[in-house]
């Protein structure tokens, strides 16, 4: 029996792990930090608490219970051999099999902008999610016992990168302002004041989609009062 050993369980890795284990032949070991897979496109509607973080996390061993060949190992691959073909943990652990596939995802690319890393949050895990929904929820809360604090801007929420996360995110601050204002779930905020900026260096929203889908979505957005800079 050949082994197998995937880094990383999100989309590809997932994926790659069920096509390999339907084959008696081989025994795949997957490894990711965290015991669940998340599913990315929805990380915003768990950000604005449209959803909530179990409805967009997958438990990697209940999607292989069926699978005897396929070993989950929860932990966080720090470096790998490929002359060997070992992954190795940052807890020593290592990992060694006939193939060895890498698929450990991405992380937020600042592009070198002073203080971006430091004063802003990436939206690229549930994690990343989690805490920019507590710090909506807290500002939220803080303008409705202090209205003078929108006057120094806690009600301006700017978005920067127009590509589909962006978007997504900018609609859902929009509708989330209507949806406030009307149901007067905050007695004393006044949601109408507040401003959703989507900032982007290319001309139009969503630059890599048909022109039908740039002039819908710039559209959509301003429809629900987002600034497009």
């Known amino acids: 029996m050949k082994s197998v050993v995937i880094v990383g369980g999100g989309f590809a890795g997932l994926s790659c792990a069920r096509e390999l284990a339907r084959s008696n032949h081989l025994h795949i070991t997957l490894i990711d930090k965290n015991n669940y897979q998340q599913f990315q496109p929805l990380l915003y509607q768990v950000a604005t608490a449209a959803l909530a973080p179990s409805n967009v996390a997958f438990n990697l061993r209940n999607l292989f219970r069926r699978y005897s060949n396929v070993d989950i190992k929860m932990a966080e691959v720090v470096s790998v051999d490929l002359n060997t073909r070992t992954a190795v943990t940052v807890g020593g652990q290592k990992y060694q099999g006939d193939f060895l596939?890498?698929?450990?995802?991405?992380?937020?690319?600042?592009?070198?902008?002073?203080?971006?890393?430091?004063?802003?949050?990436?939206?690229?895990?549930?994690?990343?999610?989690?805490?920019?929904?507590?710090?909506?929820?807290?500002?939220?809360?803080?303008?409705?016992?202090?209205?003078?604090?929108?006057?120094?801007?806690?009600?301006?929420?700017?978005?920067?990168?127009?590509?589909?996360?962006?978007?997504?995110?900018?609609?859902?601050?929009?509708?989330?302002?209507?949806?406030?204002?009307?149901?007067?779930?905050?007695?004393?905020?006044?949601?109408?004041?507040?401003?959703?900026?989507?900032?982007?260096?290319?001309?139009?929203?969503?630059?890599?989609?048909?022109?039908?889908?740039?002039?819908?979505?710039?559209?959509?957005?301003?429809?629900r009062g987002v600034q497009l800079r």
């Open 101 to 223: 596939v890498l698929a450990a995802g991405s992380e937020a690319n600042f592009f070198g902008t002073p203080g971006a890393d430091k004063c802003t949050y990436p939206l690229y895990s549930l994690r990343d999610a989690e805490v920019l929904r507590s710090r909506i929820i807290a500002v939220l809360e803080s303008a409705d016992r202090d209205p003078s604090l929108i006057d120094k801007g806690a009600l301006n929420f700017v978005i920067v990168g127009a590509g589909p996360t962006g978007v997504e995110m900018a609609g859902a601050f929009g509708d989330a302002a209507q949806v406030l204002e009307k149901e007067k779930r905050f007695k004393d905020l006044a949601a109408d004041q507040a401003q959703i900026v989507l900032v982007d260096h290319s001309q139009s929203v969503l630059n890599a989609f048909s022109e039908k889908s740039r002039l819908y979505a710039k559209e959509a957005l301003r429809s």
